[in-house]
């Protein structure tokens, strides 16, 4: 093998070493993203959701303080172990009034750590993972 092979070579390897950690990076720890220490609810109307791995997603439309309108971004677990929980798609239609209860984002974001939410029909979702599972 000539030094320039060998050169290419280790790039290679490099560089997908380097790639298949990036993952594992980009996965956050709940602590640094919301204040473990406050709780957070809102009440307003679904207006999406986002149904995958590794987090779910749900988007929500609900009043300030001011009466103003204002979206909320809501991340709960994986859609796996919320199927696991009982949760489904079907059960958050766009349009259903919700009240979220969670953990609100450090940076003062409009973005919670859904912990609990309750249908306009009583129905209650637990996301119940611990802060580990995510």
Do not use: C
């Amino acid at each position: 093998m000539s030094i320039k092979s060998i050169y290419v070579f280790t790039s290679i390897i490099a560089s997908a070493l380097f790639i298949s950690t990036l993952p594992a990076s980009a996965h956050h720890s709940i602590a640094l993203q919301f204040d473990m220490t406050k709780t957070v609810s809102i009440e307003g109307v679904i207006t999406g959701l986002e149904w995958r791995n590794p987090h779910a997603w749900l988007t929500v439309e609900a009043p300030n303080k001011a009466g103003e309108m204002e979206l909320w971004q809501v991340e709960f677990g994986s859609a796996n172990s919320l199927i696991r929980r009982g949760w489904r798609p079907d059960d958050l239609p766009v349009g259903t009034g919700i009240k979220v209860h969670g953990l609100p984002a450090r940076d003062g974001s409009r973005t919670i750590d859904g912990e609990e939410v309750t249908l306009s029909n009583g129905k209650t979702l637990l996301d119940g993972s611990a802060p580990g599972d995510r």
